[in-house]
């Protein structure tokens, strides 16, 4: 009986079905990569993992990546988000040009980034000497990796945040407005409630860019080593038995913290 | 209690020309005009969202032109209603008040009371998106009424809803007129809302305010051709006075003669005849109604209720079901169509 | 209605902001504690086959200067060179895969001195699982790698000196075997590397573009992506160090020294290949790898120690054990310019 059902209903959802069917493939896919390293690892190669989740080297690489783009995010939610409602609220001359440069970091090689990074910010040039003097150094510091992976993950941000605003009435300002809100508090207490969910997850999206981030980061920072230079750094040296645990770990630990950043929003809506 | 003086500016596609009009204190004014006519944006620059380029704006004396908008008491109702959706029912009627700062207590009753007289308590932890339009609009009302504005502006605030909603939520808007005495500016393209609401009404064509007069002097009296046709003045007959005495003038249209009284007593005009003020019948009317012109029908078309006839003669008359069928009315069948000299409005051409 | 506390913000979004704050300043804490260790960094940039002997000395070192942090970049041999020239960068110690590095791209601006202090040899590295690998041997492997069925692989002749060394020994084995069709059968038909003759000097040109036949050759930027892709199985062979397949485990073919840049006594024989990249040209010689102190190094007594532990017998068996001998004692072209802490360790 309830088979039936199925099928028929099935029936009348073919389209969904099929798509499903058609985007499973790029799941699956994805799956399988990751599958097959971790399986690999953890199956044929369990003490090397356990190595390395037992070498504190590792576990404050991968710590300090998590770390780093943490303060990068926070950075970029903290000057994105006025430039996200600015730009999806207003139009202005040179709004194009605004918005483009936004995107340029997705764009350029990420090598090139760090080149540039490194040019500007290093002790000894201009821009560099100002922060000497107020006792920041960027090469080979926290610094430098805040500001590579800054620079490479804050257009995720900025654009997710604008189309979040965008997606929101302005007339609902306005309202909040007549209402007695000064344009701060229409703006806090109505657009930021609702674009919160666009936020959270350009600042997540922000977030995981930042941890991946290499050749921006090496160019200014070889050391403190953030995970994916320590990978690189060992896979000089080992090879691939050397640098895969590591690899391995850290795509778990960065999965086991989506999953809790997923949950905890589902339940938050919840509570709602 | 409001003024407008000599507001103009531009938005792109629609702007405001030396639009200048005065609202009194408790008067339910409405803002008369076609669909997209940015009716919307006089509100908002009423509001205070937009500072006009030329103009001033005063509100209970004062210029309120650079007033921001959170310091003028004003309340706003949208066409969508534009309710919080993140907040229930009442919490968004609560939201005012708590910009104020007023007390969590006093908060309290005053929802209670606007939701009891609105009619929606039985809303109140629903949330926007879980209602009807015509609850919505009603929250959106109480949400507004709740912070005792000076003044209330409404954007088409019945547009959007059937016409039973349409019809009670009318009701509704003139039974708190009348217990409030607010100053109220509803904005619509719908006559018979003007009609039935408003103590004067201001038309508005393509930015320009044309006329502002009270209800039957705008309905009955329109000030030019353009307005006449929106308000649903079908007959429009262009004429020159032949002769006036003791007050009633003779039209030649060309194809016929009307009276019509009248204080002009020459030269090119327009006759303005309101389709409901035409009684057909077989024959010729002896009656009061000093016009009878034969013509030959040429169309019946039914509107809701009632049936628009088209002649040969230029004239349209509104009828009902019934007297079409009492006078066997047919495409082709020769009609009189009467109308009295005083149900005329003439105007210079 | 839901609960809000005086400040309008709701319980949730108090929690949210001070675990933001929390995560912000414990994790500033615990950065600062850690990197804080008021220890002198030497930094080391070195070419990638030196990264393990290094690390082993670096732990010495470290051991017997606790108040120093030994920071070790690896990079190919010319980028590390280059980080120095063209970036900006300081370095206490440059070690490079080839010696001549030193004194063709950094002297006079950069450096004063170049000591050699290890050899290293070109060979073919496979493993067990490599096509024909219990048939290889020195006088039938340019033929086997011509079989249709065997992929090999070298590094990128323009980013890394074992990928220009490739090409040199697969020249010198026409000479060495007599056939003057090896060149051709495996380099230039697999890829846009062309040489040319005069005077019995063996040019070869390695343009931007290589264009390797990817179906039997393969080149990657470094020679040590070739050691994993080996491993895997994605190819046969791969042209490497000895020290590279040693320190990897791989199996590896020993090939004639008149061929494998492995000996001064063939120097002669080595300059008749030069290979043009797209920086520079490159006369065929031994691999040697050379060190030095950059003028504008931070900390450069601290660096000249550092050398010390690469050139003394320590250093000497740390490279012996690694699969790249070393050059005993170590050599210099000109023994003016060694520092005085050096000098007893260096001859001309």
Known sequence: MSITKTLSGAKRQRLSLIFLVVGSLLILFTLFVLFNMVFRQLVLDLNGFLEAVNDPLVISSILLTLYASFLATL??????????????????????????????????????AGIALYALLQSRSAVGTAFYNLGIVFEDSLWGIVVAMLFVSAPFYVNAAREGFQSINPRIERVARTLGASQWQAFYKVTLHLAIRHLFSGAVMAWARGISEFGAVIMIAFYPMIAPVLIYYRFTTQGLKGSQPIAVLLILVCFVVFMVLRLSTKYWEKRK | MITLDNVSHEWGEFSLKNVSFSVDKGEYFVILGPTGAGKTLILETIAGFHIPSEGRIFLDGRDATDLPPEKRKIGLVYQDYSLFPHMTVEENIAFGLKMRKIPKKEVETKVQSIMDSVGITHLKTRFPSTLSGGEQQRVALARALVIDPDILLLDEPLSALDPRTRESLREELKRIHKVRGMTTIHVTHDQIEALALADQIAVILKGEVIQVDTSSKVFN????????????MENVIKGKIVSNEDGVALVETGKYQIHAL???????????????????????????ARNSIRGKITDITQLGAIFRIRMDSGLTALVTKQAIEDLGLAIGKAVYASFKATAIHMTRR | MRKISAKGLTKIQSVIISAVIAVALVGGFWYYWSANTGKVVLKVFCAGSLTLPLEEIKIKFETDHVNVEVRIEPSGSIAAVQKITESDKLADVLASADFTLIPSMMMPDYADWCIRFAKNRMVLAYTDNSRYADEINSTNWYEILQRTDVKWAFSNPNMDPCGYRTPMVIQLAELEY???????????????????????????????????????????????ELVSMLQEGGIDYAWEYMSVAKQHDLNYLELPETIDLSTVTYTETYKKVEVQTTSENIVGK????????????LNRELGEQFVIY???????NVFLDMGQPPIVPAKTENMDNIPESLRTYVTE
């Open chain 2, 262 to 288: 009248s204080k002009l007593i020459e030269g090119e005009v327009n006759v303005f005849i309101r389709p409901e003020n035409i009684i057909l019948s077989e024959a010729r009317l002896k009656s009061s």
């Open chain 3, 310 to 316: 690469m050139i003394n017998e320590y250093g000497q």
């Open chain 1, 75 to 112: 950075i970029a939610v903290v000057l994105g988000t006025p430039l996200a409602y600015v730009l999806a609220r207003h139009d202005f001359f040179g709004k194009n040009v605004v918005e483009s440069v936004i995107d340029v970091p997705v764009i350029i090689p990420h090598s090139v």
């Open chain 3, 286 to 297: 031994p691999i040697v790898y050379g060190v030095t102190v950059p003028t504008n190094a």
């Open chain 3, 178 to 224: 007599g056939d003057n069709m090896i060149f051709d059968n495996l380099v230039v038909n697999n890829s846009a590397i062309t040489v040319t003759e005069e005077d019995g000097v063996y040019q070869i040109t390695t343009p931007e573009e290589l264009n390797p036949d990817t179906t039997r050759l393969k080149i990657r930027g470094k020679s040590v």
């Open chain 2, 221 to 232: 009296e329109p000030v030019n051709e353009r307005i006449a046709i929106f308000v649903g």
